[in-house]
Protein backbone atom coordinates (compact mmCIF):
# COMPACT_ATOMS: atom_id res chain seq x y z
CA UNK A 1 0.00 0.00 0.00
CA UNK A 2 1.24 3.24 -0.75
CA UNK A 3 -0.09 6.23 1.41
CA UNK A 4 -0.52 9.88 0.07
CA UNK A 5 1.31 12.75 1.78
CA UNK A 6 -1.02 16.29 2.50
CA UNK A 7 0.83 18.62 4.24
CA UNK A 8 -0.66 21.38 6.73
CA UNK A 9 -0.71 24.96 5.57
CA UNK A 10 1.40 25.70 9.07
CA UNK A 11 3.99 22.89 7.53
CA UNK A 12 4.27 24.89 4.44
CA UNK A 13 5.22 27.66 5.63
CA UNK A 14 7.94 26.67 7.77
CA UNK A 15 9.11 24.38 5.17
CA UNK A 16 9.74 27.15 3.11
CA UNK A 17 12.04 28.69 5.03
CA UNK A 18 14.37 26.03 5.68
CA UNK A 19 17.81 25.29 3.65
CA UNK A 20 17.88 23.08 1.23
CA UNK A 21 20.08 20.70 3.13
CA UNK A 22 17.00 20.68 5.91
CA UNK A 23 14.32 19.89 2.85
CA UNK A 24 16.18 17.44 1.37
CA UNK A 25 16.21 15.28 4.56
CA UNK A 26 12.36 15.93 4.66
CA UNK A 27 11.91 14.75 1.68
CA UNK A 28 13.76 11.82 1.62
CA UNK A 29 11.71 11.13 4.83
CA UNK A 30 8.47 11.83 2.84
CA UNK A 31 9.14 9.00 0.00
CA UNK A 32 9.82 6.73 3.17
CA UNK A 33 6.43 7.44 4.89
CA UNK A 34 4.36 6.63 1.25
CA UNK A 35 5.48 3.04 2.54
CA UNK A 36 5.46 2.74 5.52
CA UNK A 37 4.29 5.85 7.70
CA UNK A 38 4.71 3.99 11.23
CA UNK A 39 8.08 4.32 11.40
CA UNK A 40 8.27 7.15 13.41
CA UNK A 41 8.19 7.50 17.05
CA UNK A 42 4.59 7.23 18.47
CA UNK A 43 2.83 10.01 20.73
CA UNK A 44 0.51 8.44 22.82
CA UNK A 45 -1.59 7.08 19.86
CA UNK A 46 -0.46 4.80 17.08
CA UNK A 47 -1.58 7.25 14.36
CA UNK A 48 0.25 10.35 16.44
CA UNK A 49 3.79 10.75 15.43
CA UNK A 50 7.18 12.26 15.25
CA UNK A 51 10.32 11.75 13.43
CA UNK A 52 13.71 13.73 14.38
CA UNK A 53 15.13 15.13 11.39
CA UNK A 54 18.59 16.72 12.22
CA UNK A 55 17.82 17.99 15.80
CA UNK A 56 14.22 18.93 14.89
CA UNK A 57 11.12 17.10 14.69
CA UNK A 58 8.62 16.34 12.11
CA UNK A 59 5.49 15.57 13.50
CA UNK A 60 2.84 13.87 11.50
CA UNK A 61 -0.73 11.74 11.70
CA UNK A 62 -1.60 8.60 9.63
CA UNK A 63 -5.36 8.16 8.69
CA UNK A 64 -4.52 4.59 8.36
CA UNK A 65 -8.47 3.78 6.69
CA UNK A 66 -7.93 6.09 4.03
CA UNK A 67 -3.94 5.50 3.24
CA UNK A 68 -3.43 9.42 3.88
CA UNK A 69 -0.02 10.85 5.98
CA UNK A 70 -0.59 14.39 7.32
CA UNK A 71 2.80 16.15 8.06
CA UNK A 72 1.92 18.98 10.45
CA UNK A 73 4.16 20.42 12.07
CA UNK A 74 7.99 20.99 12.35
CA UNK A 75 10.41 22.51 14.75
CA UNK A 76 12.61 21.90 17.88
CA UNK A 77 12.62 21.41 21.51
CA UNK A 78 11.13 24.69 22.19
CA UNK A 79 8.08 24.73 20.34
CA UNK A 80 7.50 20.69 21.19
CA UNK A 81 5.14 20.56 23.46
CA UNK A 82 2.33 23.33 21.73
CA UNK A 83 3.41 20.96 18.71
CA UNK A 84 2.33 17.97 20.35
CA UNK A 85 -0.68 19.00 21.82
CA UNK A 86 -2.06 21.19 18.42
CA UNK A 87 -1.26 17.57 16.85
CA UNK A 88 -3.44 16.00 18.80
CA UNK A 89 -6.42 18.57 18.62
CA UNK A 90 -5.68 18.60 14.50
CA UNK A 91 -5.97 14.29 14.90
CA UNK A 92 -9.69 14.38 16.99
CA UNK A 93 -10.92 17.20 14.37
CA UNK A 94 -9.62 14.97 11.36
CA UNK A 95 -11.34 12.07 12.90
CA UNK A 96 -14.37 14.13 13.36
CA UNK A 97 -14.93 15.30 9.76
CA UNK A 98 -13.60 11.72 8.39
CA UNK A 99 -17.11 10.25 10.84
CA UNK A 100 -19.14 12.75 9.19
CA UNK A 101 -18.16 11.71 5.87
CA UNK A 102 -18.67 7.85 6.46
CA UNK A 103 -21.93 8.79 7.86
CA UNK A 104 -22.69 10.76 5.01
CA UNK A 105 -21.52 8.12 2.26
CA UNK A 106 -23.45 5.60 4.33
CA UNK A 107 -26.66 7.54 4.37
CA UNK A 108 -25.81 7.99 0.29
CA UNK A 109 -25.92 4.48 -0.06
CA UNK A 110 -29.03 3.68 1.66
CA UNK A 111 -30.62 5.65 -0.65
CA UNK A 112 -31.13 8.70 2.49
CA UNK A 113 -29.54 11.48 0.85
CA UNK A 114 -31.55 14.77 2.03
CA UNK A 115 -29.74 17.58 1.24
CA UNK A 116 -28.69 18.66 5.11
CA UNK A 117 -26.66 21.68 6.36
CA UNK A 118 -24.62 21.47 8.51
CA UNK A 119 -23.38 24.51 11.06
CA UNK A 120 -20.02 23.73 12.45
CA UNK A 121 -19.33 26.34 13.72
Not at 9 to 33: A, D, G, P, S
Not at 67 to 93: H, R
Amino acid sequence: MVYKILITETFEKKFNKLNNYEKERIQIVKEQLKFNPFFGKPLGHKCIREKKILGNRLYYLILEENLLVVLAFYGGKKTQKLDISNLKKLFNENNLIISILLFVRFLYLQGSYEIVQLNLQ
